[in-house]
């Protein structure tokens, strides 16, 4: 089993492989690193940071990404959902088109949607965007 130990300054990904997986982080220069790893390899990797995604995962859907799109925001925390790069919300643009289509995404989990939807109320705020407490986004990330 891969397990991740966070630092400060870096996360090592470490452990015997369990199965297929895609290891997706930033080297020590920021720049995204994606690594295959097979069932059964020792993995030893230190990362800025680092995702885990089973190989069987290999079927994304439609806006997912295991690495950031061209022309859009390398950091994953300019993303609503920064485990599939989906969602920038590192413009004000971009985040009033993140809760315009917040509701026509199929999310993974309740957890994940909410998650999502805090992201982006987060950003709203930073970018001075007024968020109306009937939309969407907000019944969604005030949910209890």
Known sequence: MLTIIKSKTNQIAMG???ADYTL???DMAGKPVVKSIKAGTVVSEVFQSVTLVKAEDKELKT???RTPPKGYPTSESEYAV???FEFPIDTAKRVRSAMA???KHSWHS???KTTA???ILRA???FDIEVDKDSDVYKVAHRK
Do not use: L, T
Request: charged share 40%; net charge positive; hydrophobic share 20%.
């Open 124 to 126: 709203a705020k930073k």
């Open 110 to 112: 309740d957890e994940h």
């Open 82 to 84: 920064p485990e599939y």
């Open 24 to 26: 997706i982080g930033r």
């Open 16 to 18: 015997r492989a369990d």
């Open 101 to 103: 289509y917040f509701n």
């Open 63 to 65: 806006g997912q990404h």
């Open 117 to 119: 939807a805090k992201r």
